[in-house]
T-cell receptor
Framework: DAKTTQPNSMESNEEEPVHLPCNHS???????IHWYRQLPSQGPEYVIH???SNVNNRMASLAIAEDRKSSTLILHRATLRDAAVYYC???????????????FGQGTILTVHP | KAGVTQTPRYLIKTRGQQVTLSCSPI?????VSWYQQTPGQGLQFLFE???????NKGNFPGRFSGRQFSNSRSEMNVSTLELGDSALYLC????????????FGPGTRLTVT
């Protein structure tokens, strides 16, 4: 599995934007970039995913570098409920050994201050 | 749509016993994956089932097994429990299981004494 690198922790203030970076310099052409988050005492929650173009949904935006070696998850206005561990994961869209498998790293612990 | 459900939510077993955990995926989802989460190892992939067939397997001993039924519900079984099997076991469902997003259940907290 291609590896991702994320900062161990980040802090933000409520109602401010948050930019969570992820480096994936060994990404392959068929790898999708997925973001999940895990709130305390809950299972992981899907946030967003993309392949080459920037993506937006109701939860967040995903900005993907032109060379695809890095990406940034953007929370436009952080709330206290956004405090969680955020995981950046690469998944091979070609299937095979990636079927049903997410390879979680340590993720980034996001703390949101009121 | 109802989310992924897992039963039981909490379980206490004794070393040497076996345990069966159950997972009901989101309606229409045919892929079910299982994960183990521990403080030391984080989230680790156990296996994935699609249309009653195991398509992928993580690096866990043979004591960990699973199956999927025709209605996509899945069970995982751990035999001869060890203290180190104490963990949160998470089930996730997705439409196809490849690049598609996964939706996780709340997990089953297993404690082995």
């Amino acid at each position: 599995d291609a590896k991702t690198t994320q900062p161990n922790s980040m802090e933000s203030n409520e109602e401010e934007p948050v930019h969570l970076p992820c480096n994936h310099s060994t990404i392959s052409g068929t790898d999708y970039i997925h973001w999940y988050r895990q709130l305390p005492s809950q299972g992981p929650e899907y946030v967003i995913h993309g392949l080459t173009s920037n993506v937006n949904n109701r939860m967040a935006s995903l900005a993907i570098a032109e060379d695809r070696k890095s990406s940034t998850l953007i929370l436009h206005r952080a709330t206290l409920r956004d405090a969680a561990v955020y995981y950046c994961i690469l998944r091979d869209g070609a299937g095979g050994t990636s079927y049903g498998k997410l390879t979680f790293g340590q993720g980034t612990i996001l703390t949101v201050h009121p | 749509k109802a989310g992924v459900t897992q039963t039981p939510r909490y379980l206490i077993k004794t070393r040497g016993q076996q345990v069966t955990l159950s997972c009901s995926p989101i309606s229409g989802h045919r892929s079910v994956s299982w994960y183990q989460q521990t403080p030391g190892q984080g989230l680790q992939f156990l296996f994935e089932y699609f249309s009653e067939t195991q398509r992928n397997k993580g690096n866990f001993p043979g004591r960990f097994s699973g199956r999927q039924f025709s209605n996509s519900r899945s069970e995982m079984n751990v035999s001869t429990l060890e203290l180190g099997d104490s963990a949160l076991y998470l089930c996730a469902s997705s439409y196809r299981g490849s690049s598609y997003e996964q939706y996780f259940g709340p997990g089953t907290r297993l404690t082995v004494t």
